[in-house]
């Protein structure tokens, strides 16, 4: 099971806000504003050291959109901060991690019921974990992209407290909710948009409306446009190396048959009603598909189904699930399978799920690997960071804020939590100054890359 602090026992409202208060004698909210690092910290090597299970081939991908920006590389880097946050003073006081919430992993995407919700959406790292962790990622992300737009230190301070306050806030009021209720919180992308547009951001507003109108359109239907084409008679993937390559284009006879038998062990790890559903669609095509920034090199497959007929189409993505950065830092999960990791995460901090989330493990490329399914842009909508403007940071920020609260929220101990991180702003000034920080060690970071693919130590290709 992958809750994270749940015992069996049920010890009251009054023992629990002690726990929390009493964390702060282990981590006084204001020592989180450390920024200690290891005598042998070294972040390329950290780096070098995940290629080792990837495809060569597409690694230098990965570090050409790294090399692009301070915040190509935080993107990309969530080992390395994992090892920065873990010498650093912790609560005790865990909750179910995302492991990587920076700003883009928060977005817009169709729930079961076809609205548009805003949540986090990226799980590939989830673990048990301090629940401090999550918020010093969002909140460096947040200072990151606010001085790749140029903000000045006053707004991009405003921005990171207003985010970190949020979440202070927001869990002390899920403290004081029912469990129920708790569960059953949820965002809708419109709400966003309209503080966005109270905000006085009217531009990014508009470019998000925009957006979620867009989004509504990108569905299977849409991907069947542009991720297509016609061949024979039958639709099939484009060819667009590196990003789209077809399967039948790799130089791997057994590929197919075993990403069909991953296929059809993975509809085992849904609900009956889903798999019924989905047995419903018949097989079209597949393809290997190039996504994200940290990502990149591992396997991840696209799969076109097909379910009335041809202009009805399901496009769903089997990606490779590998142990959490947060694992050498925290301890193993529970799970032995890291796709199975990835979906109990991923269920457990959002509102709405996926309704074809699942895992396999099957035998690709010679080996045992991991996976977990899902579909492929089924509305997804994110936020534009180039054109973001100061007010509409901050309440972006505070929308992620919310968000990242209610999630773990769900999983933690929401009366410790809240217990620990008090009415006061010492913790929001703490995290506000660590985030401060911690963007100048990321650039430093990101000029180190730039100087090992200078020097050729590293091979980049940055024209993907």
Same mark, same amino acid.
């Given at each position: 099971?992958?809750?994270?602090?749940?015992?069996?026992?049920?010890?009251?409202?009054?023992?629990?806000?002690?726990?929390?208060?009493?964390?702060?004698?282990?981590?006084?909210?204001?020592?989180?504003?450390?920024?200690?690092?290891?005598?042998?910290?070294?972040?390329?090597?950290?780096?070098?050291?995940?290629?080792?299970?990837?495809?060569?081939?597409?690694?230098?991908?990965?570090?050409?959109?790294?090399?692009?920006?301070?915040?190509?590389?935080?993107?990309?880097?969530?080992?390395?901060?994992?090892?920065?946050?873990?010498?650093?003073?912790?609560?005790?006081?865990?909750?179910?991690?995302?492991?990587?919430?920076?700003?883009?992993?928060?977005?817009?995407?169709?729930?079961?019921?076809?609205?548009?919700?805003?949540?986090?959406?990226?799980?590939?790292?989830?673990?048990?974990?301090?629940?401090?962790?999550?918020?010093?990622?969002?909140?460096?992300?947040?200072?990151?992209?606010?001085?790749?737009?140029?903000?000045?230190?006053?707004?991009?301070?405003?921005?990171?407290?207003?985010?970190?306050?949020?979440?202070?806030?927001?869990?002390?009021?899920?403290?004081?909710?029912?469990?129920?209720?708790?569960?059953?919180?949820?965002?809708?992308?419109?709400?966003?948009?309209?503080?966005?547009?109270?905000?006085?951001?009217?531009?990014?507003?508009?470019?998000?409306?925009?957006?979620?109108?867009?989004?509504?359109?990108?569905?299977?239907?849409?991907?069947?446009?542009?991720?297509?084409?016609?061949?024979?008679?039958?639709?099939?993937?484009?060819?667009?190396?590196?990003?789209?390559?077809?399967?039948?284009?790799?130089?791997?006879?057994?590929?197919?048959?075993?990403?069909?038998?991953?296929?059809?062990?993975?509809?085992?790890?849904?609900?009956?009603?889903?798999?019924?559903?989905?047995?419903?669609?018949?097989?079209?095509?597949?393809?290997?598909?190039?996504?994200?920034?940290?990502?990149?090199?591992?396997?991840?497959?696209?799969?076109?189904?097909?379910?009335?007929?041809?202009?009805?189409?399901?496009?769903?993505?089997?990606?490779?699930?590998?142990?959490?950065?947060?694992?050498?830092?925290?301890? /193993? $999960? !529970?799970? *032995?399978?890291?796709?199975? &990791?990835?979906?109990?995460?991923? %269920?457990?901090?959002?509102?709405?799920?996926? +309704?074809?989330?699942?895992?396999?493990?099957?035998?690709?490329?010679?080996?045992?690997?991991?996976?977990?399914?899902?579909?492929?842009?089924?509305?997804?909508?994110?936020?534009?960071?180039?054109?973001?403007?100061?007010?509409?940071?901050?309440?972006?920020?505070?929308?992620?804020?919310?968000?990242?609260?209610?999630?773990?929220?769900?999983?933690?101990?929401?009366?410790?939590?809240?217990?620990?991180?008090?009415?006061?702003?010492?913790?929001?000034?703490?995290?506000?100054?660590? /985030? $401060? !920080?911690? *963007?100048?060690?990321?650039? &430093?970071?990101?000029?180190?890359? %730039?100087?090992?693919?200078?020097?050729?130590? +590293?091979?980049?290709?940055?024209?993907?």
């Amino acid at each position: 099971m992958m809750s994270t602090v749940s015992t069996g026992e049920h010890p009251s409202v009054a023992d629990r806000a002690a726990r929390g208060r009493d964390a702060r004698s282990g981590a006084p909210r204001s020592s989180q504003f450390a920024l200690d690092l290891a005598d042998d910290r070294d972040p390329i090597a950290l780096l070098e050291k995940e290629n080792a299970t990837r495809l060569p081939e597409l690694v230098p991908i990965r570090y050409g959109r790294m090399v692009r920006s301070p915040l190509a590389f935080f993107r990309g880097a969530a080992s390395v901060m994992a090892h920065d946050l873990a010498a650093q003073p912790s609560s005790g006081l865990h909750a179910q991690l995302s492991g990587d919430a920076h700003l883009l992993n928060f977005g817009g995407f169709a729930s079961p019921e076809r609205n548009l919700v805003f949540d986090l959406n990226d799980f590939d790292e989830t673990l048990a974990g301090p629940f401090e962790w999550d918020v010093k990622r969002l909140a460096a992300s947040i200072e990151i992209a606010a001085r790749e737009r140029g903000f000045a230190s006053q707004d991009r301070s405003t921005a990171v407290l207003a985010a970190v306050r949020a979440y202070r806030e927001s869990m002390a009021g899920f403290a004081a909710m029912g469990d129920l209720d708790v569960w059953y919180a949820h965002l809708d992308a419109q709400t966003v948009t309209d503080k966005l547009r109270s905000a006085h951001d009217a531009k990014l507003a508009k470019s998000l409306g925009r957006s979620i109108v867009k989004a509504q359109s990108n569905d299977g239907r849409r991907a069947l446009a542009t991720l297509t084409h016609e061949v024979d008679g039958r639709s099939r993937f484009v060819s667009e190396p590196p990003l789209i390559v077809p399967l039948s284009e790799l130089a791997d006879d057994g590929a197919e048959a075993a990403i069909r038998s991953a296929y059809r062990s993975y509809r085992h790890s849904l609900a009956p009603d889903r798999r019924v559903l989905l047995e419903r669609f018949a097989y079209g095509d597949v393809a290997r598909k190039i996504v994200g920034v940290g990502s990149v090199g591992t396997r991840c497959w696209v799969l076109l189904m097909f379910g009335r007929d041809e202009s009805d189409p399901l496009f769903l993505q089997m990606k490779e699930a590998e142990a959490s950065v947060l694992e050498p830092l925290l301890g /193993a $999960s !529970a799970l *032995a399978n890291h796709g199975q &990791r990835i979906v109990n995460g991923q %269920r457990l901090m959002q509102a709405s799920s996926d +309704i074809f989330l699942g895992w396999v493990r099957a035998k690709v490329d010679g080996a045992l690997r991991d996976f977990y399914v899902r579909q492929l842009r089924d509305w997804k909508v994110s936020i534009d960071v180039d054109t973001i403007l100061p007010a509409g940071l901050v309440y972006y920020g505070t929308a992620c804020g919310w968000t990242l609260a209610r999630a773990h929220a769900r999983s933690g101990d929401r009366i410790a939590v809240a217990s620990y991180l008090g009415a006061s702003d010492k913790f929001d000034q703490a995290v506000a100054a660590f /985030a $401060s !920080a911690y *963007a100048d060690l990321n650039a &430093r970071d990101h000029a180190a890359l %730039r100087q090992a693919v200078t020097d050729g130590r +590293i091979a980049a290709r940055e024209d993907v």
